[in-house]
């Protein structure tokens, strides 16, 4: 049994090193493609040999490629990371950063700030204005879920349920904006709320990944707790889990990851929710392995998207939050009927 | 021996234990009763879940600090309900140690769990899904997983929901076997008075969250007792020594209403 136990774990070892691979893999292509007219031998040389004879393409490669194909791994890991113990806290498989109302509110946040004539302002103000305003807005509604925890002893329903009611209420919010907004102002929302990797700039880069990281260790700290919390609440507690109080803390951490995650690229759907389902397919319920592998899943499947929403239409961007549910839907659709159990 | 000494509690301003005082001895003690008169949270109140107002002694000393001292001291299966963890019996059963665990799985776990699989003789089944087993099967595996930390106390939340009648006396006896290769100390809350009698040493009976009657069950399953707390009327017979309780008909009040 002992050896069985040890091919079980490096079966998971393997698959977690494959998708390391593919995160790899998907990096260098997206460092690879661009509306720029570089080619891909050009770019995985300029990758990877550093001669004066190629400094253009070294330029376009790592000031304006590397940051979005960066911000793109990290986004698609945070979400993935917040998705998984969200799920995993609230025993529900469809609980996502998405439902409990965080990035709507990132939204509203974002729309006012964008509402509000900023130019004004001086260009290191203005250009973190709406990043900023988002954060705020996420991290009220993550206030707001927090007290509701509390109140309610972390109750599974109500807690959901109370995420839901924050969605609504900011996407009604953030329509009431839209209708009052000028034109140039609506497009701003609009293409805001689509999701857009390319705005990132290193600032972003190194706040969200201190996040993640920050995050990322904490709960994967809690591991074994968080594995045994997936047998339901009652048996968590027999076994001596407090289940209320960590569900309370990965509340807070997650909703701030979230919150950061969706406040520099925006809305970018799906990758919270299928990610988790899929490393929950592949290696099962063991946070050792599924959060490890939610994170490099979640990096695979934003590359992806990045990478699909820059080429499928050469020469023009297409915001990568659409592309995400466009690549994301079917191939999560496949998963779900071909579902193999652990 | 594990005294429970003048336990009070309440879930907001609703007393749901009031002034319970039981002692409880090595073997297989059953906790009976109607619906809602306070067993699970019995078993919870002495497991440390809830925070009651009285006292709980194990061999003399206070149980919450014996449990500091040894968390392992008690194995909890709380009451049947459906799993949809992605999990391997191995893992959900390793769960059981979760104290013992930092972040490797190490062999002498395994070696633990390894056994109590083949003292329930499910470790044919260490390698299937757990979402995948019958419920009798689950039931198994979160007994193992009570009793993987090497417990001196077994609590069992109403153990024979789901099964049917082969598989609840297949359970039983194995307790039973348990009981006595262990020396474990059993808190079984139970639904069905016949089980409770034929296996049960001692039997409490809760009602209103008062213990109403203590003891050996042929002396306490009176058919008073029955028709009082039970509220049904019942044909008692004995077969080989044991007591066997046949239930016919629900108690009505004067005007001919069932009592609910």
Known sequence: MIHAYGQKRRRQCLVLVAMGCAVLICFVCNLCTGSADLSWSESLQACFFRTSDNTMAQIIIFEIRLPPALMALLVGAALAVAGAEIQTVFHNPLASPYTLGVSAAAGCGAAVAL???????PVFISESIVPLSACVGACCCSLVLYYVARIKQGHCESMILTGVACAFLCNACIALLQYFASEDELQAIVFWLFGNVHRANWTHISITASVLCAAYVYCSSLSWKLTALRLGEQQARTLGIPVAQLRLRIIVVCSLLTAVAVCFVGSIGFVGLVAPHIARMTVGDDHRFFLPLSALTGAVLLSLASLLSKSLIPQMLFPVG???SLIGAPFFMIMVIKKKQV | ML?????CFSYATEPVLRDVSITFETGINCVCGPNACGKTTLLKCIAGQLQAEGQVCYHGEDLASALKKKPSLIGYMAQYHVTNATLSVLEVVMLGCLDQIVWRVTPTLLEQVEMVLVELDIVHLAHCPINQLSGGQQQLVFIAQALVRNPDILL????????????QFELFELIEKLADKRQLMVVCVL???NLAARFGARLVILNNG?????????????????QDTFRVYAQRSVFQERLLIAPYAAVRSENGAVLL
């Open chain 2, 3 to 7: 005294d429970v000494k003048r336990l």
């Open chain 1, 115 to 121: 509402m509000c004539n900023v130019s004004v302002l």
């Open chain 2, 191 to 193: 639904h069905d008075l």
């Open chain 2, 210 to 226: 008062e213990v109403c009657a203590e003891g050996v069950p042929q002396d306490v399953l009176d058919d008073e007792l029955i």
């Open chain 1, 322 to 324: 659409i592309a995400t």
């Open chain 2, 156 to 167: 069992l939340d109403e153990p024979t929901n789901n099964l049917d009648v082969h598989h």
